[in-house]
């Protein structure tokens, strides 16, 4: 059985089984690296990507449920070799450690900006409870983040 | 063992194929809606060789209709839609809470109501006791008809409700309450909660509870409602100490669950604290 989808704009077809979680597909098969496994249990959000323009953890999403549906991942934030204004002001900030959660932080931030672009620091950091950083202690990451919507 | 035309995955394209497709696959299938539960089998060492059914894609189980006396909620409204739907009705807040409080933004996006009520083995469902303190009924739908029943009842029965049958659809009635959920992670967010309390209640107008639903979630395998609490709230104005009283009193009523996460008697020791911030959140809403 193959299964068409469509990956950072591009029509893909994946002949994995159906129940197979698609960060798997997308790291083994599509070898799109950017989203990466942690715990595998949807409480780290290290694997966030979107489809159809939502947030999801990619983790838990069978691959038979993206049939047909528009995948995002992290790899498509700086698709034309040029950084999003939230990849540039984390980099301007520093805010980097192991980087493990930073694809999910991204992807979950991106999709939030794009509805709240002027957003208080409390609101981020209730947008950010489903990502688990263990290096940085957030608060940096949140200065960033604020600094952003403080701009727009 | 799979469908007769041999899948383990078939994304059902509407209510009735999904039920011929159940039907067809007998205790070997099952529905799949959101998915975030049946990933997780093998974490909980539980099988995952059934063959799926999936609903979410049907239209029918996607639909959230707020009617004049009632709110009907399709099967696969996922939580963030909930909470989005629900946010500015004053009478579901107890269920919009529930929705936007659950688990994480990327979970309650695919997360659904039907797969929080079917989700037997999960004690922490935060909807459960939610809808069971808005006096919420369902809808089974199966090859041989459909039937109505309330949340109490669907807890009852839902592991021998067959493998064929599916719930269709939650209806809230709409009546001028007020309610309030309240519950408690050991972090401020993420986690499962430790012990939920759910409750609604109407007031006459001088402010004396003329009825009222507490449902308690989390402390015991399954939700119920904590029916002597409820006697003592009626007659009395909102007061939230001596609510926490009562709570104390009737606490014996339970018997709290070992986990991980809490010892059981924590789960109870909590109660009246959330009792009493329960009844100021409905204090706090005019
Ligand atoms: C990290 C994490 C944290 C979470 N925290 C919370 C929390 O704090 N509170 C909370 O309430 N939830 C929480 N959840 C969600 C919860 O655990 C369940 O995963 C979710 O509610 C199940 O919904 P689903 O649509 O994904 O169900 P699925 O996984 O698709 O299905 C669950 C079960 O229900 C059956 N089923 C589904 N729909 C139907 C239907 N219409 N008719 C008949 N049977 C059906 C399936 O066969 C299966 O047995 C969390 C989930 C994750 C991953
Ligand atoms: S790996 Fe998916 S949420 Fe942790
Ligand atoms: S930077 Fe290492 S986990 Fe976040």
């Known amino acids: 059985m193959s299964l068409r989808l469509v990956v950072n704009g591009e029509d893909r077809v994946s002949r994995a089984e159906p129940l197979t979680p698609l960060v798997d597909v997308l790291r083994d098969e599509f070898h799109l690296t950017g989203a990466k496994v942690a715990c595998r249990e949807g409480f780290c959000g290290a694997c966030t990507v979107h489809i159809d323009g939502q947030p999801v953890v990619s983790c838990l999403v069978p691959l038979g449920m993206v049939e047909g549906r528009e995948v995002r991942t992290v790899e498509s934030l700086a698709a034309a070799g040029e950084l999003s204004p939230l990849q540039r002001i984390m980099e301007e900030h520093d805010v980097v450690q192991c980087g493990m959660c930073f694809p999910g932080i991204l992807m979950v931030l991106t999709s939030f900006f794009r509805e709240h672009p002027r957003a208080e620091r409390g609101e981020i950091k209730v947008a950010l409870v489903g990502n688990i950083c263990r290096c940085t202690g957030y608060e940096r990451l949140v200065d960033a983040a604020v600094a952003l919507a403080k701009r727009s | ?286």
């Open chain 2, 1 to 286: 063992m799979p469908g007769q035309n041999g899948e383990r995955f078939h994304a059902a394209t509407s209510l009735t194929d999904a039920i011929a497709a159940l039907a067809d696959r007998g205790s070997a299938g099952a529905a799949l809606a959101g998915a975030t539960w049946i990933m997780r089998a093998p974490l909980r060492h539980e099988r995952r060789d059934l063959s799926y059914v999936a609903i979410s894609k049907i239209d029918e189980l996607r639909r959230l209709d707020i009617l004049d006396r009632e709110i009907s909620i399709g099967a696969c409204v996922t939580h963030a839609e909930l909470a989005s739907s629900l946010g500015s009705l004053p009478e579901c807040r107890a269920l919009a809470q529930a929705a936007v409080n659950s688990a994480n933004p990327a979970v309650r996006n695919v997360a659904t109501i039907g797969g929080n009520l079917c989700a037997s083995a999960f004690a922490a469902a935060d909807l459960v006791p939610a809808l069971i303190c808005l006096d919420a009924e369902l809808e089974i739908e199966g090859a041989k008809g459909s039937e109505r029943m309330t949340v109490k009842r669907f807890l009852e029965v839902r592991t021998g409700i067959g493998p064929d049958r599916l719930v269709r659809r939650v209806i809230v009635p709409r009546t001028a309450r007020r309610s309030a959920h309240i519950r408690l992670p050991l972090r401020k967010a993420g986690d499962y909660p430790v012990a939920i309390v759910s409750l609604a209640a109407t007031l006459n107008p001088t402010g004396v509870v003329e009825s009222a639903r507490v449902a308690v979630g989390s402390v015991e395998p399954v939700a119920r409602r904590w029916e002597q609490l409820e006697t003592s709230l009626v007659g009395h104005s909102l007061d939230p100490r001596r609510a926490a009283e009562q709570a104390e009193r009737f606490c014996g009523d339970f018997l709290g669950r070992e986990g991980v996460e809490a010892p059981g008697w924590y789960r109870v020791k909590v109660l009246p604290s959330l009792v009493r911030r329960a009844v100021l959140a409905l204090q706090e809403q005019s």
